[in-house]
């Protein structure tokens, strides 16, 4: 029996998001006895930055990677990538250096070595996510998987050397940093994307590709941002409100949380990437991709969540150390809105596909308003998990509602 083109293509991208996935994983109770959770902490705030600069880098451009086939309008979406991201990169470093002279408490909290290489980490970040958009709108699942498995092994590699070194925290940023280099030189090497010079201004060829995909950065950025402003927000309150080690406890929690969505939840989105896109253009809506995905999800979600809800505690006393066991305890509370995330992550595309983008930003708002009250509220940090847990879980269920509608393409156009 032949397996149908979703399955084969989802099946490559899987394959190669287990490798870049479980080498972390697999590191990790190294990584969690090699380092304190105070350094797990900073470098977890680091990297929260990181991620949020790079979406502003992008522009939300590489989502409009997927919709441009023609070779001189990915060019020109690599052009406008690579000049955002140059100057958001200066931007942040610069920000971050003048931030920790003017005394400001958080930035002081980073060692030099880490405010000073946001910037590069920015730029590779957003180069990266692009070129990896470009592999997708070639159906090139097989290169970006191989792309993806070198990044991680050399970031893991290196931050195992460094932290055995004796570098600890300046450790974890730098592996980080130098894994993410070779990750991108590999990218660049296989998949052979379009040369992508740009000059001291956007000149036209940029501006009217920015001009044709204006959703994109009018609604799409901000939604996103705020987005990535919720995944580390709860990590920078708790650092301020419970100090650095409960945020190292709960930065591992997240980083567990995140693999599988990261690993498979991520990797269906690829597939649904084209899958919707191609059903959308032929008939007007994209139902049987978005049912076909939506099932999926909760059939490959279900066993993992129900797992984290009845022996989190333990499981991370084992493989992390009985010093990481309060960090299983939070796992257990957020194993339904893990769930919900899992599924609802991948069929957010849709907003993208039925040019949807504003009221995916309306969610977003709500979102970050509900994470602020949730996280400032007086208690312990269970308590203050537990409510973003239920409000996050409500908002799923609407945002699931919302993605329906758009597959349906009935929602009034933003």
């Known amino acids: 029996m032949q397996v149908p083109p979703f399955w084969r293509n989802v099946a490559t991208v899987v394959t190669g998001a287990v490798g870049a996935q479980a080498l972390p994983l697999l590191a990790a109770p190294l990584l969690t006895r090699l380092c304190s959770p105070g350094e797990l902490g900073a470098y977890s ?30 060019r020109a979406c690599f052009r406008v990538v690579f000049y955002s991201a140059t100057v958001t990169a200066v931007a942040v470093t610069v920000l971050a250096a003048g931030a920790c002279l003017v005394g400001f408490g958080p930035a002081c909290s980073l060692p030099w070595s880490s405010l000073l290489t946001i910037g590069i980490a920015t730029w590779l970040t957003a180069c990266m996510q692009t070129t990896l958009a470009y592999a997708t709108s070639h159906n090139a699942f097989g290169k970006a998987a191989r792309a993806k498995v070198t990044t991680a092994a050399t970031i893991v590699g290196t931050q195992l050397a460094l932290l055995y070194a004796g570098l600890g925290g300046a450790g974890l940023v730098a592996g980080h940093v130098i894994g993410s280099a070779v990750g991108f030189a590999t990218a660049r090497m296989l998949l052979h994307p379009p040369a992508a010079p740009i000059g001291w201004l956007p000149d036209a060829e940029q501006r ?9 950065w009018r609604y799409s950025l901000p939604s996103n941002l705020l987005n990535g402003a919720v995944s580390q927000l709860p990590l920078f309150l708790i650092g301020m409100r ?28 690829e597939v649904f990437k084209r899958e919707s896109v191609r ?19 909760m059939v490959l979600g279900a066993g993992p969540a129900l797992v984290l809800l009845l022996f989190a505690p333990h499981l991370f006393a084992w493989v992390f150390g ?23 992550s991948p069929l957010s595309y849709v907003f993208f596909v039925a040019g949807r983008q504003k009221a995916d930003l309306l969610w977003q708002v709500t979102l970050f308003c509900l994470t602020l009250g949730a996280f400032l509220a007086p208690g312990s940090i269970e308590q203050n998990v537990l409510w973003y847990v239920i409000g996050y879980s409500c908002l799923y269920l609407v945002y699931l509602h ?13």
């Open 45 to 74: 705030v680091w990297l929260g930055i990181v991620a949020i600069s790079a979406i502003g880098a992008t522009l939300r451009m590489e989502a409009a990677m997927i919709l441009d086939h023609e070779p001189e309008r990915q």
């Open 208 to 216: 009217a590709h920015l001009m044709r995909h204006h959703k994109f």
């Open 242 to 269: 419970h100090g650095v080690l409960a945020a190292g406890l709960y930065a591992l929690t997240q980083r567990v949380l995140s693999a599988p969505i990261s690993l498979i939840a991520s990797s269906i989105l």
């Open 279 to 297: 059903e959308f253009e032929e008939h007007g809506n994209c139902t049987r991709t978005y049912i076909k995905t939506f099932k999926a999800l």
């Open 322 to 344: 009985e010093s990481w066991r309060a960090s299983g305890e939070l796992a257990q509370l957020m194993a339904p809105l893990f769930l919900l995330n899992f599924i609802a």
């Open 402 to 414: 919302m993605s329906w509608q758009c597959s349906r393409n009935v929602m009034a156009a933003a």
